[in-house]
Structure formats: structure tokens, C-alpha cells
């Protein structure tokens, strides 16, 4: 989810069909969900959430891993990407995955209480802690789930505590699902050396810009939800849904 979400849609030139939305695009998008048809940051929320876990479903099938590999840490950040994980690792649980959760900073908002709790009402576990230790973490999970920052969020400016997560991130041997956009990569991609590399990229309504430089194993959209004239009125170009999915693969 967009972490700019109050941009202003009418000073966004959008060109015809294409498949990446830069930052600005992507929160006058959800701009105008939120505005024009209503939608509510709650659902729009559950809707990532759920289509995020039906993702990992989908590039990790629950019957071929074994019991470590059900294993899934959600790692949330305090804005709307981690409201997302949050919704995300409460699906995961239903899914007969053994989600839990690190949250490097506590968000006071009022979405993120609830979500909490119905996670801890869950019994998900929540972690007090990272460990700084790579191979603890890759020892203990099958897979991690990237929710820390959104489009355009610098790790500088998400304060020490998520800096100090996607360190750890960026060092894991075990799979790594990113939401949206991998944290901390800005338009251009994730050029740096230390940037996350993720095998599996969930992106939110359309692709975010930097996602033509994703190398993973797995790219799906999560944007059934899109009406068609918001497609057409930003040009998107989007993926065939099969069925009743709600995510489709790149």
C-alpha cells in the first residue's frame, strides 16, 4: 500500500497501458479507491492481506513443505505495509501455516491495535525481539515475509529499529516475500549491494516502477479489486485472473 496516500490525483499525467506505477501514481490510486468509490482503509488492507498469503500459498504450497518450512515470519513495520503483514500473517494461520510476527515499531494506529489483536487472539506468537544472528532466524523459519516499508519510504526515515530488521533481512539464506515493493528500494530499483533481494514480489493493484528490476523466482498482482475504470482512467495493463483468484502471476 502506498505510504503517500494523500498525493493529489489531478496533478498525476498518467501515459496509456503500461504495467509500472510510479509512487506518485500508486497513491493517487488508491486515492481514488479511497475517495471516489469508497473503499475503506481497513478493506483495502484485508484485501492485500489476504490476496499476500494467498500468494505464499501459491509459491509455497502448504503440502509440499515440511513442518519447518511451515514455519513464516511476518516481519510489519508501523505504517500501512505492515497493516498489510499483519492481515497477511492472520491469513497464513487459517492457511494451516505457522505464521509469527516481529514488529521492529510499534504503531499506535488504531488498525494496527486491532489487527493485533486479532492476531494475538490468534495465538500467533509475537517476537520481543530479532535475533541479530542470521543463521538463528534461518534456523527457525522456512520463509520471511517483507512488510516493513512501502513505495517510496526510505529505511533512513523509518527510524533505526526497521533499519536494523532489514540488515538482518538482507542477510538471510531462507525465502524472502516481499509486499508491494521490497523495503527500502526506491524507483530506480534495488541497485545497492546491500539491497533486499527477494524470491517472491506481492505488488498491490498494479507494479510499482521499481518492480521492473525484481529478479526473484515469483512476481503476482494482487489487484482484483480494481475497478475497471480506475484500469483504464491510469492506462494499467493488468494480468488475466484465472478463475476466482485474487492474485495472478507475472
Known sequence: MSSSAHSDPS??????????????EAAAL??????????????????????SAM???KAFPLPSLSRKQRTVLVVCGPEENG?????????????DYQPSIFCPARSADALHRDLTTQCEKMDIPFLSFLPAEVRLVD??????VDAVLGPGVRPAEAGEPCARALATLKRL???????????????????AEDALRPDVLV???????????????????????????????FGLALPIYAGTDCVAAL
Do not use: M, N
Open 11 to 24: 496533478s498525476v499525467e498518467v501515459p496509456e497501458e503500461r504495467r509500472f506505477l510510479s509512487t506518485a
Open 30 to 51: 488508491e486515492r481514488e479507491l479511497l475517495d471516489e468509490y469508497r473503499f475503506g482503509r481497513q478493506q483495502l488492507v484485508e484485501l492485500c492481506g489476504h490476496a
Open 55 to 57: 500468494a505464499v500459498t
Open 83 to 95: 497493516a498489510v503483514g499483519l492481515a497477511c500473517a492472520r491469513h497464513l494461520r487459517v492457511f
Open 139 to 144: 534456523d527457525a523459519y522456512g520463509l520471511v
Open 173 to 191: 539464506s531462507i525465502p524472502l516475500v516481499s509486499l508491494d515493493v521490497p523495503s527500502g528500494w526506491d524507483e530506480a530499483g534495488g541497485d
Open 203 to 233: 505488488s498491490f493493484a498494479a507494479p510499482k516502477r521499481c518492480a521492473g528490476r525484481f529478479a526473484g523466482r515469483h512476481h503476482f498482482v494482487a489487484g482484483r479489486f480494481v475497478p475497471e475504470d480506475v484500469r483504464r482512467k
